[in-house]
């Protein structure tokens, strides 16, 4: 049975959708089924895989609306071992056409669910908001992995995303947990970005990642060419960076399950 964990935070410009892609590719590269979610209606993780929505046969958005199959929606993508669900534009839409229905905010879960059996992982790319797509990924999730950028205001927020787990924990999703928080754009050569790094753990201790994801150009240039960083340039910064957190994470899941 597989897992499904969600990559979450409603500040925008932090690194979830590299961060969904890139970890997605490089936990297929080490052996593992996995498949990724694009519940963002702009469509990044999408493209940033070379996927065309367009010649997809569904979308998130007919799973979630329509009641589409989720099976029927998964396409292959340039990594072995890594399969998609893509989002289109249109995605912006169910927060509305969702909003008075029974359940609303099972919708997904109930399309992710009967594919757990057939994957290690599953990753939702969340959008940078807390909106009814969003309570949807999270109430679909096990786990949800916290980017977070080495900024000044990398923190703000945090607490609102913290408030929401805690309220879809009590109401929707029991077993929800936080897989962990991971500092991304992290420059060490910067006092800053250090002190976060400190004041993360001083805050959450082990639930943040050992692994940091480091300012690094190939991870903005990558996406341009439709290919995760391990197939663009692998020995570069950030692919070292995401393989070792795709090894960080599949070692804790390991553990917590033995």
């Given amino acids: 049975m597989g897992k499904i964990i ?9 690194g979830k959708t590299t961060t969904a892609f890139n970890l997605g590719a490089c936990l297929a590269a080490d052996g593992k089924k996995v498949l990724l979610v694009d ?5 990044n993780a999408t493209s940033g895989l070379g996927v065309d929505p367009e010649e997809a046969p569904a979308s998130i958005y007919e799973c979630m609306v329509d009641g589409r199959d989720g099976a029927s929606a998964v396409v292959p993508t340039c990594i072995d071992g890594l399969s998609l669900i893509c989002s289109r534009i249109d995605l912006v839409g169910a927060e509305v056409e969702l909003m008075n229905r029974r359940e609303r905010e099972k919708a997904l879960s109930k399309v992710l669910e009967p594919l757990k059996e057939n994957y290690d992982f599953i990753l939702i790319d969340c959008s940078p908001s807390l909106g009814v797509i ?10 949800v992995i916290i980017p977070v950028q080495a900024e000044y205001f ?4 945090i607490s609102q995303l913290l408030n929401t787990i805690r309220i879809i924990k009590s109401r929707l999703r029991p077993s929800l947990e936080i897989e962990g928080f991971l500092l991304t754009m992290y420059d060490a050569r910067l006092r800053l970005a250090n002190q976060i790094y400190e004041e993360l753990k001083g805050h959450f201790g082990d639930m943040v990642f050992s692994t940091v994801i480091p300012r690094n150009i190939k991870l903005s240039e990558s996406p341009s060419h439709g290919l995760p960083v391990i197939l663009y340039d692998p020995e570069s910064r950030g692919s070292i960076a995401y393989g070792q957190l795709s090894r960080e994470l599949i070692s804790r899941n390991r553990k917590k399950r033995s």
Avoid at 39 to 43: L, N, T
Avoid at 154 to 157: C, I
């Fill in 154 to 157: 990398a923190l703000e927020g």
């Fill in 6 to 14: 969600a990559i979450a935070n409603q500040k925008g410009g932090v």
């Fill in 39 to 43: 519940a963002d209606p702009q469509a």
């Fill in 134 to 143: 969003t309570v949807n990924a999270l109430t679909a999730a096990d786990s």
